[in-house]
């Protein structure tokens, strides 16, 4: 194996203790505790899992919480009248309604009632407008924390090649700004791009976040490349990335595993952002 591992567990870690000290910073200089909401609707046990690991990281970087649990029956009025009281409610900061909803509620309708200055997953139209202008705003997650171990890596992205397989709202679509903001030459490739080896290959940064295990291989890598991996996939053989790593590994430059790449990082952007929520509400306050 030549590549460097990008460590998602540590760089995550990092995060987490700086966001400690910059909210401990918050509060002695007069600020008050930010406090993440979070709503979760219906049994499903990985969402529970999810906003529990959630809460968890709120309590251990000093961060306040409410939690909302309603039962899987709710009805979509319901839940909107929840989110908009939560907006409304000037002792939260930053609104996450666990995804996906039951099937009888519509995602965009909920994610369209959160007040965009409490977005802290990044969902909102408000927030994917200001991010596509080059404004500050809160960013998704995920995007931002492949940035944060882009940089993390020390990799240069001023005037990179770099190509996003997949073009989710979630994922791709977010990182194409957040590259471009940084002098990148994006490339986002999808489902229906031609020749998708060839299109990888010119990518001194390749990032995956398409959902298919292992879809890319040593074909697709520019020997010295800098590999992100979003890709997460249950499979029989347990957890696997969008990209092959055993090969992958063998010829860039460096590369995140699964687990322990971005997975780590979502949380802790997560805590970045309701910090942010927080200062940005203080301050127009
Ligand atoms: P999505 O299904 O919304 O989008 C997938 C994208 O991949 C689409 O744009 C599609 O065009 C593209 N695609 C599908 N098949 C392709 C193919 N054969 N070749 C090229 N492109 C193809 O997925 P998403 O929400 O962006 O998630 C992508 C992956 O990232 C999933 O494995 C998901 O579990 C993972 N994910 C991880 C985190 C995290 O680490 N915390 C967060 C979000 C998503």
Redesign the pocket.
Known sequence: MSAKIIDGKQVSTEVRERVADQVAEFIASGGHQPVLATVLVGDDPASHVYVANKIKACEAVGIGSVHHELPAETSQDDLLTLVRALGDDDGVDGILVQLPPPDHIDPDAVIAAIDPAKDVDGLTATSAGLLVGGRPGLVS??PA?VIELLDHAGTELEGAEAVI????????KPLISLLLARNATVTA?????RD?PAVCRRADVLI?????PE?LGAEHVKPGATVID????RTDDGLK??VDFEAVSEIAGAITPVPG???P??IAMLMVNTLAAAKSRSKQS
């Open positions: 997650c995920t924390g397989v997949g073009r989710s709202n979630l994922v791709g490739a999808h489902s229906r791009t998708l995956a976040a398409v959902g298919v879809l979003v890709g997460i996939n990335g969008d790449g971005v997975g990082m979502t």
